[in-house]
């Protein structure tokens, strides 16, 4: 047991107020609509945890903690301000990331220095639950780390977004995972140091081993679980610190990141269990080659797609990672407008894991103003598609393939997709023909009678039409 320390009532009473902020944060990001109040809920919620821990502060003294917020403080705030919103998927993963190494250093301070943590007994031994606790934070937090930086890599662009398959790669990964449970049920009986630390060791092997495999189409889903992961972590070393709000806290971002990834999991129809397992990246070789590339297709021009949506009375739009890469959603909002002023209803179509972190098309389109009410998710506006005129999709590849339906050899079978071949004409904005999305797939769409490919960069393209529709 911990040794009892006295609590400070109105200290609980600031933890309780902040946990309640940060629920209500997580219901305001519910929707886009809520999203700013959401932050805002969050923003307060934070500082009232942090100036509360400042005032009731033991170990470190306040000049060295303050002067730490300060380093962190101005790295995070030029950080924000360069970053891109299309980066910002690489950013959560870094983020997430640090979350992960600082259970492990917290982990590491409580085991090398018990003493200061409250968490020895008489004779000088930690408490057997502190172990627990410390194990599993440390545990978490290392594969949190580590899985973290594989996938920072893969969507920075600096390693393969296609899986690396490791052979055995099943059996590794469970021998390596219950041998760091067996561990730390042992490290409760035995708190010799090669065991914490091999289980550190281990824990930072199997996060890469867990990501690795992970195609960058799986990415979205990668990003929300490690977000749970990150809260876990952090609710683990809220026991050891006897922190409450760092356990509020990690149990709300914990329970939310898995319920987001099962809810994403579900919508790609995808084994929620294989993720946890980090074998869904495992798919069957893409099927289809470059020999599809060589069928006949259709390439029209700007002026061409400002015509027929301008005639159009219903334009469904469906942006993806290709738009993000181009920065093209305040261009395309500038298009949905003057659309919209010549008579033409306007609706955009977003998919549950279009992008490469969850909402990711929906806060691009945000940040670009375009209203909430036109965008719509896929069970809500997929049967719309076959009494739309024009289906613009800008930069979006395997979440509107076919082959998700038809083809059992792709790796993207069976996850849901937008209808968008139902359309009366799908003008399909990409860089080129040679390319393929994160899946590797290639896309009957491209070739189909009623596809007109606008093959330019996104934002350049959208600027041409906006300019035709002008005149």
Not at 264 to 292: D, H, L, T, Y
Not at 308 to 320: R, S, W
């Amino acid at each position: 047991m911990h040794e009892a320390a006295p609590i400070n009532p109105f200290v609980a009473l600031a933890y309780l107020i902040a946990g309640v902020c940060f629920i209500l944060a997580l219901r305001g990001l519910s929707s886009p609509a809520s999203s700013r109040r959401g932050n805002r809920f969050g923003m307060f919620g934070m500082a009232l945890a942090v100036v509360t821990t400042l005032v009731t502060h033991e170990i470190a003294s306040l000049p060295e903690i303050l002067g730490a917020i300060a380093v962190g403080g101005a790295i995070g705030f030029v950080t924000a301000r360069k970053i891109a919103m299309t980066d910002m998927p690489q950013l959560v993963a870094a983020f997430h990331s640090l979350v992960g190494l600082a259970a492990v250093l917290v982990a590491a301070a409580a085991y090398l220095n018990p003493e200061a943590f409250h968490i020895v007994d008489a004779a000088g031994e930690i408490f057997a639950v502190s172990r627990i606790e410390m194990g599993l934070g440390i545990a978490i937090g290392a594969i949190t780390f580590s899985g973290s930086v594989i996938a920072f890599l893969k969507l920075n662009g600096n390693m393969s977004g296609a899986p690396i398959m490791l052979p055995g790669r099943h059996v590794i990964n469970l021998g390596t995972l219950a041998a760091i449970l067996g561990l730390i049920a042992y490290f409760v009986t035995d708190q010799s140091p090669w065991v914490f630390w091999t289980v550190t060791a281990l824990s930072f092997l199997i996060g890469f081993l867990l990501i690795i495999p992970i195609g960058g189409a799986d990415m979205p889903v990668v990003v929300s679980m490690l977000n749970s992961y990150s809260g876990w972590a952090a609710a683990a070393m809220g026991f050891t610190l006897g922190n409450s709000a760092m356990i509020i806290t990690g149990a709300l971002v914990g329970s939310s990141g898995a319920i987001l990834s099962y809810i994403m999991c579900k919508a790609m129809n995808r084994s929620f269990i294989s993720v946890i397992a980090g074998g869904f990246g495992a798919a069957p070789e893409a099927s289809g080659g470059a020999a599809k590339v060589d069928r006949p297709w259709k390439r029209g021009s700007a002026e061409d797609a400002a015509f027929l949506m301008g005639q159009a009375e219903q334009v469904i739009i469906v942006p993806g990672y290709g738009m993000a890469v181009a920065q093209a959603q305040h261009a395309l909002r500038e298009m949905g407008d003057l659309l919209k002023a010549q008579g033409v209803r306007v609706k955009y179509a977003i998919h549950p894991v279009a992008g490469r972190m969850p909402g990711h098309m929906n806060v691009l389109l945000a940040e670009a103003n375009v209203p909430y009410d036109e965008v719509f998710e896929l069970e809500d506006i997929n049967s719309e598609f076959a009494q739309t005129d024009v289906a613009f999709v800008i930069g979006a590849n395997d979440v509107t393939n076919p082959a998700a339906k038809t083809d059992k050899t792709s790796p993207i079978y069976g996850m849901p997709v937008l209808d968008v071949e139902k359309a009366k004409t799908v003008l399909f904005v990409k860089r080129s023909m040679g390319g393929v999305g994160y899946a590797g797939v290639d896309n009957d769409v491209f070739y189909m009678d009623n596809t007109m490919m606008l093959l330019a960069d996104a934002k350049k393209m959208v600027e041409e039409i906006v300019k035709s529709l002008g005149h």
